[in-house]
């Protein structure tokens, strides 16, 4: 299901101010939200709602209405994102993996220090997916998971090697 609107149509509105914190906006194609037949269920609801008062007469409300199913659409999908997260353990479980691997990588041919962007490209993932993903499952975001994977490898490298501080820090 496709729903498109022009932005106009929310200008001004309390969904266009909360728009942007709506991450899955930006997740790519192959990050598609998993539903199960009750909350499938749930979204062609809405989608039928929004669709019944868009073929109905316009008046005064109309707007309000389609506005208010828009963002009661997008608060379930974020819900059901969120429990994807945590219901795709398996899935979830590779990723973390395939992260670590990545991670240790980079930072063993020392590349410098890798980004968000960086590392969620190499996993084929979108930054926000990944990022969304690691703050459901580990309470961390993904920045704060880097950081923290360069922190261990700093601390690694000064009880293992010879090298002096600023060294490693470089």
Request: net charge negative; glycine share 2%; aromatic share 10%.
């Amino acid at each position: 299901m496709t729903l498109m609107f022009h932005p106009d149509f929310i200008a001004n509105t309390a969904l266009a101010a909360k728009i942007r914190n709506f991450h899955f906006f930006s997740y790519e194609l192959h990050e598609a939200l998993h539903l199960s037949e009750q909350e499938e269920a749930k979204i062609e609801g809405i989608f039928s709602g929004i669709k019944s008062e868009y073929q109905t007469s316009i008046d005064n409300f109309s707007q309000d209405v389609m506005i208010a199913q828009i963002e009661v659409l997008l608060q379930y999908s974020s819900r059901f994102y969120a429990r994807q997260f945590i219901t795709r353990k398996v899935a979830n479980d590779e990723i973390l993996t395939r992260l670590e691997t990545t991670l240790n990588e980079y930072l063993d041919q020392q590349k410098g220090l890798p980004n968000v962007q960086q590392i969620a490209k190499e996993l084929n993932l979108s930054a926000d997916y990944l990022s969304d993903m690691l703050r459901i499952t580990s309470g961390q975001t993904a920045q704060q998971h880097i950081q923290a994977k360069v922190i261990e490898k700093a601390k690694q490298m000064l009880t293992m090697t010879n090298l002096q501080v600023s060294e490693i820090a470089y």
